[in-house]
């Protein structure tokens, strides 16, 4: 090896090891919630300037958005089915049924979720008179605390 690259090996072998012991310790799946935590921090970032701007609409289509993906990662860590008979995965309302089966959550978070799961078809398809800016707020508020109750 030339001597000049040694340098850059050495470097580089210290790294895979450092990762390798990360990989061993566990570190890594953390490393993967505090990402993810991050995205979702951006994407309520984003459904608060839509808001703020006077954009309901987009703000409820995006905060259905994250719930649903959390309601996936939910199902997901307690081994629960996320797609239907036909392979197609599940939306928000099936999703959420199956998550309370399991006992995750009571019967309140899940009339709260079928709540937020109509105000964003809603918003989604068009019918933007059947919600107002107060009730995305809400959404906002709730999916965020419900981010932060159920992801882990």
């Given at each position: 090896m030339?001597?000049?690259?040694?340098?850059?090996?050495?470097?580089?072998?210290?790294?895979?090891?450092?990762?390798?012991?990360?990989?061993?310790?566990?570190?890594?799946?953390?490393?993967?919630?505090?990402?993810?935590?991050?995205?979702?921090?951006?994407?309520?970032?984003?459904?608060?300037?839509?808001?703020?701007?006077?954009?309901?609409?987009?703000?409820?289509?995006?905060?259905?958005?994250?719930?649903?993906?959390?309601?996936?990662?939910v199902a997901?860590?307690h081994?629960?089915?996320?797609?239907?008979?036909?392979?197609?995965?599940?939306t928000i309302?099936?999703?959420?049924n199956?998550?309370?089966?399991?006992?995750?959550?009571?019967?309140?978070?899940?009339?709260?979720?079928?709540?937020w799961?109509?105000?964003?078809?809603?918003?989604?398809h068009?019918?933007?008179?059947?919600?107002?800016?107060?009730?995305?707020?809400?959404m906002?508020?709730?999916?965020?605390?419900?981010?932060?109750?159920?992801?882990?």
């Amino acid at each position: 090896m030339h001597s000049n690259n040694y340098h850059h090996v050495s470097d580089v072998a210290g790294i895979l090891k450092a990762v390798k012991s990360d990989i061993e310790s566990g570190m890594l799946s953390n490393f993967k919630s505090l990402a993810q935590a991050e995205v979702f921090a951006d994407f309520f970032e984003m459904a608060e300037h839509l808001l703020l701007e006077g954009h309901k609409d987009a703000s409820a289509v995006l905060l259905g958005a994250v719930l649903e993906d959390t309601l996936r990662k939910v199902a997901e860590s307690h081994s629960i089915k996320t797609t239907g008979p036909k392979g197609n995965n599940l939306t928000i309302d099936p999703l959420s049924n199956e998550i309370a089966k399991a006992g995750v959550y009571g019967p309140l978070v899940k009339k709260q979720i079928t709540s937020w799961a109509n105000l964003r078809n809603d918003a989604a398809h068009g019918h933007f008179d059947q919600y107002d800016e107060a009730q995305v707020k809400q959404m906002l508020l709730f999916v965020q605390k419900f981010c932060a109750d159920y992801l882990q």
